[in-house]
RNA sequence: CGUCAUUUGCCUGAU
């Protein structure tokens, strides 16, 4: 069962989890916990947690007794896939059977709901997970204050980190990356530039996460020389860039125009031996819509080897829109429909916002309508671009028509 | 100490 074990282990993390489900169906050996564990943490790497809680159920039959890291991997799976109620429920089982859950099933738990119901919730979870006399760990602290920054709640942010430090914890390289970023996406990237100094005198070296933080926070500034100076430098600084960091630039460098900067950025990053990623394509065909060859975009994604995703399509019907070619964002839809690609809020709103720039508005219309039947919630991009229709239509009337019913939707209007 | 294992940070598309 040992050497069995292993293999399964060996598969499972090469991401041949299949296989590993195989071998276990393939009789022979009885697998035993350390088996299950092995494959419901590899499922939930994956997010393939029905197959997860699968393997739960079954181990549970055969007589064994699930472990609390095999409950913390569901519930953290259960988290990501939105499945809240399911994590819940979970957590309530795994009490009910006698193991007790711990700081880390908290930690995923408070995680996901901070992610779907805010993180105001996740701080009620936390305070009562503090009152049944659980110590918080410095994780706990770092998705609590990620999520306050991500809802720019810079104070309270501050505040927890004060919590931290009071609770005689040190904060990690992680802790001062969620502040990197937070100050970066509240556009205080100087803050964030001297944070990812102080960070290293205070014995915390900086990585490249961090790094990566503080490029994007200079590139959506338009402080794209800064940025590139920051990618040069990083890796006397012991941290090599890697896809990201170039993503990252590329990015900022198409944003201010400098098409010839991005692709000699692109050049670079190939010749560093680092490997463009379905981003990095993305980026570059989004940028060359930007400047209105949607053509070029085309043919270089179809060179890439890489298939074209949700992001990438949109891009190119957003193009399309914007040249004034209308029916071939609509084919381009239609095709990338048939190929089983599922369009997101931000496909539809491109091309409702594209018909109704058009003239088109009763498409645009059926548009909001199917998506919305096919389980798609519309949300104030996708109303914006219909009311704007509607109003530069001189239908005023219809227009606040939709604004009540967007409103009545639950949508707030900005 | 024969085998396994859980939680936190960075990049791309729409008004």
Redesign the pocket.
């Known amino acids: ?6 293999l399964v ?1 060996g598969l ?2 090469n991401g041949r989890v299949d296989e590993a489900w195989m071998l276990m169906i393939d009789k022979g050996f009885s697998p ?4 299950y ?2 494959l ?3 499922l ?2 994956e997010l393939r947690v029905d197959e997860a809680m699968k393997c739960l159920h079954e181990m549970i039959q055969l007589g064994l007794r699930p ?4 409950y ?2 569901l ?2 799976g259960l988290g ?1 896939t939105k499945r809240l109620e399911s994590a819940k429920q979970l957590l309530e089982k795994m009490v009910l059977s006698g193991c007790k859950p ?4 908290y ?2 738990l ?2 996901g709901i901070s992610r779907e119901q805010g993180v105001s919730e996740a701080l009620k979870l936390f305070d009562s997970v503090l009152k049944r006399g659980y110590e918080p ?4 602290y ?2 609590l204050i ?1 999520g306050l920054l ?1 809802e720019d709640r810079v104070t309270e942010a501050f505040e927890l980190f004060s919590g931290l430090m009071k609770g005689g914890l040190e904060p ?7 502040f ?2 937070g100050l970066c ?1 509240a556009g205080r990237v100087d803050d964030a530039l001297l944070m990812l100094k102080d960070m290293d005198e205070k014995g915390c070296a ?8 503080v ?2 926070g200079l590139c ?1 500034e338009k402080r794209v020389d800064e940025a590139e100076a920051l990618v040069s430098s990083m890796e006397a600084r012991g941290c090599s860039p ?4 170039f ?2 630039l590329i ?1 900022g460098q198409c ?1 201010v125009g400098k098409w010839k900067k991005a692709m000699a950025t692109f050049k670079l990053m190939v010749k560093r031996g680092v490997t463009p ?4 394509y ?2 570059l ?2 940028g060359l819509c ?1 400047a209105k060859q949607v053509d070029e975009a085309r043919e270089l994604l179809s060179t890439s080897g890489f298939l074209a ?7 190119l ?2 193009g399309f829109c ?1 040249e004034g070619r209308i029916t071939e964002a609509i084919t381009l839809f239609d095709a990338m429909v048939d190929k089983g690609r599922v ?8 091309l ?2 594209g018909l109704g720039k058009a003239g088109r508005l009763e498409d645009a219309r059926l548009l909001l309508e199917a998506m919305e039947a096919k389980g798609c919630v519309p ?4 109303y ?2 219909l009311i ?1 229709g509607l109003c530069g239509l001189e239908k005023v009337d219809e227009g606040l028509e939709l604004f009540v019913a967007m409103v009545e939707k639950g949508c707030v209007p ?1």
């Open positions: 069962v040992v050497t069995y074990n292993s282990n499972c993390k035993n916990v350390i088996t564990s092995t419901i943490s590899g939930c790497k472990h609390t890291i095999i913390n991997s519930i953290d990501k711990d700081i880390v099933s930690n995923a408070i995680h760990e410095v994780p706990t770092n998705i990620d991500k990690d390289a992680i802790t001062y990356t969620v990197i970023d996406k900086p990585d490249v996460v961090s790094h990566n933080a490029i994007n959506k890697n896809a990201i960091s993503n990252t990015c944003r990623t379905v981003v990095t993305n980026i065909v989004d930007k995703d949700v992001v990438s399509c949109t891009s019907i957003n914007k369009p997101d809020v931000v496909t539809y709103s491109a409702i916002d949300n104030v991009y996708t914006n671009s704007s900005d």
